[in-house]
């Protein structure tokens, strides 16, 4: 722990957590110098340990501003923010970026340093041992799928965009940080690119579970990755705050309803695994192609759609186990909108 600030308890209380902690933030407010409206008016929230939470809304409406205040790169007008129930305000700002992973859409790599040094400033600023520094170096490149091998000591510029964004990653986590905020940290990678570090960024979440603020203007992407979903307005007006699956059933309003835009029932589909369908019994004339119970319904019905038959065989570790058919896809997105929580 550096010794630079009056609250070292406190933070010691936050490096403690790796596995997540609270978020509150209460009545924020932040009106930049000169401006006539705030930024963000009266912004109210509490995210759950471990809880990988969404803020989604349209350019200009206050996601950047609403974020930074979390680790102190700007200051609230007023209001308060606890992590960990502990006020953030009265902590040294630089200390406590040491605790919270920062992840941008510049993604921000000192150029002139290889990719082993930008992994390792934070450790290095807490003191830790240069074995200790190799050897997380080496296990976050890995965890981001770069092979430290030929990766560690290339210079940024060496690198793709996706694999630059990797290393963004990888080095907000260096330090085992509680909270990860991330200001959409994809959004300058083709679409490929883009869908493959989404599918790892869930993996990785699924192991380390941090508490992650992530914002984005794509509500797809906001779909696919959020445990809950904030959908902001003007000044971070919180327009929605629910499960993806709660907000594409039952928009709070039309504003909402604009952001879900077309094909509502499609997207909640690929939400609900077949498993959670009526599944009938494994019919002889279905055609080869099956569908894994833990497959999405959005895929199923692909597979219905694709294959012209009024029903697929249902499989789980590749044996059958039963049948789906459309009327079981349609039953289930009626059934009840809270049967797939988070
Ligand atoms: N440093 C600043 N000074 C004055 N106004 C700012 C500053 N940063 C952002 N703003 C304004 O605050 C509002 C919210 O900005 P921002 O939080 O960046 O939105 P978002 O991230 O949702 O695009 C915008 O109207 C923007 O112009
Ligand atoms: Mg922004």
């Known amino acids: 722990m550096s010794d630079t600030t009056t609250n070292t308890g406190v933070l010691s209380s936050l490096a403690a957590q790796p596995?997540?902690?609270?978020?509150?933030?209460?009545?924020?407010?932040?009106?930049?110098?000169?401006?006539?409206?705030?930024?963000?008016?009266?912004?109210?929230?509490?995210?759950e340990p471990g809880e990988l939470v969404m803020f989604v809304g349209p350019s200009?409406?206050?996601?950047?501003?609403?974020?930074?205040?979390?680790?102190?790169i700007i200051e609230p007008t007023s209001g308060s923010i606890r992590i960990n129930g502990d006020d953030i305000l009265s902590l040294d700002g630089n200390e406590l970026r040491r605790h919270i992973g920062y992840v941008i859409q510049q993604i921000g790599?000192?150029?002139?340093?290889t990719i082993a040094e930008n992994i390792a400033i934070v450790p290095r600023l807490l003191g830790w041992s240069k074995a200790r520094v190799a050897e997380r170096v080496d296990e976050l490149l890995r965890t981001v799928q770069l092979d430290p091998g030929v990766f560690a000591n290339r210079f940024p510029r060496q690198l793709s965009g996706g694999q630059q964004q990797r290393v963004g990653v990888a080095r907000a986590l260096a330090a085992d940080p509680p909270v990860m905020l991330m200001d959409e940290p994809f959004g300058a990678t083709d679409p490929i690119?883009?869908?493959?570090?989404q599918a790892e960024f869930l993996r990785l979440q699924a192991d380390i579970g941090k508490?992650?603020?992530?914002?984005?203007?794509?509500f797809e992407e906001a779909i696919r990755l959020g445990d809950r979903i904030a959908v902001l307005g003007e000044r971070s007006r919180i327009e929605q705050f629910d499960t993806p699956a709660r907000i594409l059933a039952a928009p709070a309003n039309d504003y909402v309803r604009s952001f879900i835009g077309e094909g509502a029932a499609l997207k909640r589909l690929a939400l609900i695994p077949v498993s959670d369908a009526r599944i009938g019994a494994a019919d002889a004339g279905a055609p080869p192609t099956t569908i894994d119970e833990a497959a999405s319904l959005r895929e199923a019905l692909d597979a219905l759609v694709l294959t012209g038959a009024p029903r697929?065989?249902?499989?789980?570790?590749?044996?059958?186990?039963?049948?789906?058919?459309h009327a079981a896809v349609s039953a289930a997105l009626a059934g009840g909108s809270d049967a797939q929580g988070a």
């Open 19 to 47: 596995g997540g902690v609270d978020i509150v933030l209460d009545h924020v407010t932040k009106r930049y110098p000169g401006q006539d409206t705030a930024a963000v008016e009266d912004f109210s929230m509490r995210v």
């Open 60 to 72: 200009g409406c206050g996601k950047t501003t609403t974020m930074k205040m979390i680790n102190r």
């Open 109 to 113: 790599l000192f150029p002139h340093v």
């Open 193 to 197: 690119t883009r869908e493959k570090l």
């Open 211 to 218: 508490t992650i603020i992530f914002v984005t203007h794509d």
């Open 312 to 325: 697929v065989n249902v499989t789980r570790a590749g044996s059958i186990v039963g049948s789906i058919d």
